[in-house]
């Protein structure tokens, strides 16, 4: 089972969900209406992403210093983009979950 979508635009594709048919194909689906079916996921990209609207900006997250002040910092809710690092002996960094 696959799910990729837009909850905003109803735009979705789905391989193997109650919703689509069950022929192992992945299908995109705007506004509960399949508009295209296709055997390889990357076939199916290219018709998902003409249905976006060129002008939809991701939002990012902002953060004023009064939530920064009151965010624990030993947990990874609000501030998950931030990856720490860690040198070891061998000049390598690595990243730290």
């Known amino acids: 089972m696959y799910i990729q979508g837009i909850k905003k635009i109803n735009l979705y594709i789905k391989e193997g969900t109650p919703d689509v ?3 192992k194909k992945y299908h ?3 506004d509960g209406k399949i508009i295209g079916s296709y055997g390889t996921l990357e076939k199916a990209i290219p018709l998902y992403k003409t249905y976006i609207p060129k002008n939809t900006k991701k939002e ?3 953060f004023s210093v009064e939530d920064l002040k ?3 910092f030993s947990s990874k809710s609000v501030l998950e983009p931030i990856q720490i690092v860690k040198k070891k002996k061998s000049g390598r960094y690595h990243k730290i979950k």
């Open 70 to 72: 009151r965010h624990d």
């Open 60 to 62: 990012k997250m902002k």
């Open 28 to 30: 995109v689906v705007k």
């Open 21 to 23: 048919p069950n022929d």
